[in-house]
């Protein structure tokens, strides 16, 4: 049963990862409109960006539902299993669905983290002292 749930969890992953790095493709056009200061084609990409992103949420849903589905222990080793930290994590796993679920759990983390780096110097570089990411 727990296979069931690791190989939905792997698929769902990997359809997270796919758009994950549409929405980080979109982002260096984003960067690429803003340099130009063409806010067409910025207003275009924004609008794009968060047409994937609201397909991003309903992924998440769909895995945080797996994730539910069953007893408190089949909980808390799911949701281990996607928030693995390292790849050396993963690699220790004698299973290879496990292995293939963390480690696209890894790679759709560390676009998540460029992407938030990326967003950070685009709002600075737009909002200066009013950006979010701004030191109060």
Same mark, same amino acid.
């Given at each position: 049963?727990?296979?069931?749930?690791?190989?939905?969890?792997?698929?769902?992953?990997? &359809?997270?990862?796919?758009?994950?790095?549409?929405?980080?493709?979109?982002?260096?056009?984003?960067?690429?409109?803003? &340099?130009?200061?063409?806010?067409?084609?910025?207003?275009?990409?924004?609008?794009?960006?968060?047409? +994937?992103?609201?397909?991003?949420?309903?992924?998440?849903?769909?895995?945080?539902?797996?994730?539910?589905?069953?007893?408190?222990?089949?909980?808390?080793?799911?949701?281990?299993?996607?928030?693995?930290?390292?790849?050396?994590?993963?690699?220790?796993?004698?299973?290879?669905?496990?292995?293939?679920?963390?480690?696209?759990?890894?790679? +759709?983390?560390? +676009?998540?983290?460029?992407?938030?780096? &990326?967003?950070?110097?685009?709002?600075?570089?737009?909002?200066? &002292?009013?950006?979010?990411?701004?030191?109060?």
């Amino acid at each position: 049963m727990i296979e069931e749930y690791v190989s939905k969890l792997t698929k769902l992953m990997k &359809k997270k990862y796919e758009k994950m790095v549409e929405i980080e493709n979109i982002t260096k056009d984003i960067e690429e409109a803003l &340099k130009r200061n063409d806010k067409v084609s910025t207003d275009m990409f924004m609008k794009m960006r968060l047409e +994937v992103m609201t397909e991003v949420d309903g992924i998440d849903g769909e895995i945080y539902e797996i994730i539910q589905g069953g007893d408190e222990n089949q909980y808390h080793y799911l949701r281990n299993l996607i928030r693995v930290e390292t790849q050396q994590q993963a690699m220790d796993t004698e299973f290879e669905d496990e292995k293939m679920l963390m480690l696209v759990s890894l790679r +759709v983390r560390n +676009v998540l983290k460029n992407i938030i780096e &990326k967003d950070k110097i685009m709002n600075q570089r737009l909002l200066g &002292k009013d950006s979010f990411y701004a030191k109060k």
